[in-house]
């Protein structure tokens, strides 16, 4: 009887993969193979690496997705580590974790109170003699916001990580003599690396396709693939396009993944 769940929910497992993962890749790579007309080319892959506007918004994507996942690390992980020392652990975590229960686009509109003109920080600014200062529609406002949004989900991997490290092991290093820096760097830092890459792949990825932050936030100053993605889908509707930019990110993850994955896991 058993066996017999077991086999049930094997196959409910691939057919929710075969449905929603592969066969969407499927039609998105067979629509990058049409034109605005609907007949099948090359020219979209053709048009996307000879074009310095697609390139541009490629490393634009690329680099915004790196500045946020780095930002989040060196914040995440003090964060992690403190809070993973602390008696009651899983409640600082579940504080973390409630602003990912708020909608984005909510979140978003928050950012833009804080940020226009006559917002919040312009108000303290101008309290403080600096003056207003133009913060939206700027790159690191898009940052700051992404950023924000992003955190908890590099803290949470991280976060179990270290709460699964042995104690013992901590305890051993620091009998044979090691200082506290030494046993951080030594035992605490390798052991949760797997936690780290978790984290960056949480972050990385869904940065890389943003588009909801670029156009409220960044404004039409912040352009990524994620933009021009919705752009040929919504307003050019040129889906062919559009689909050959979401096969040039979803292969970009899957770099992602295997430069993040587990080398030892890898090597067996």
Do not use: C
Not at 18 to 34: D, T
């Amino acid at each position: 009887m058993r066996k017999q769940n077991t086999n049930a929910f094997t196959v409910l497992y691939y057919a929710w993969i075969i449905l929603f993962v592969i066969l969407p890749v499927l039609l998105l790579l067979f629509e990058s193979f049409k034109n605005i007309n609907g007949q099948f080319t090359l020219g979209n892959y053709r048009s996307f690496f000879e074009s310095g506007t697609y390139l541009r918004m490629t490393f634009n994507s690329v680099f915004f997705a790196i500045v946020v996942t780095l930002i989040t690390l060196l914040i995440s992980y003090p964060m992690a580590f403190i809070m993973s020392r602390l008696k009651h652990a899983q409640f600082w975590l579940l504080l973390v974790i409630l602003p990912t229960w708020v909608n984005l686009l909510l979140k978003a509109y928050a950012f833009i109170g804080l940020f226009a003109k006559q917002g919040t920080v312009n108000d303290f600014l101008t309290f403080i003699g600096i003056g207003p200062q133009q913060l939206m529609f700027t790159n690191t406002a898009f940052i700051t916001v992404a950023a924000y949004i992003e955190i908890p989900f590099m803290i949470m991997p991280i976060f179990n990580s270290l709460v699964e490290i042995d104690q013992s092991l901590i305890n051993a290093a620091r009998d044979l003599g090691a200082t506290q820096a030494q046993t951080m760097r030594k035992v605490v830092i390798p052991l949760s690396m797997n936690g780290v890459r978790a984290g960056i792949q949480a972050v990385f990825i869904p940065t890389l396709s943003l588009f909801m932050i670029t156009r409220l936030i960044g404004g039409n100053r912040v352009i990524t693939l994620g933009t021009a993605i919705e752009e040929h889908f919504l307003v050019t509707q040129n889906w062919g396009m559009g689909a050959t930019i979401g096969i040039v990110l979803i292969v970009a993850m899957v770099i992602t993944m295997y430069l993040t994955r587990d080398r030892k896991q890898g090597g067996k």
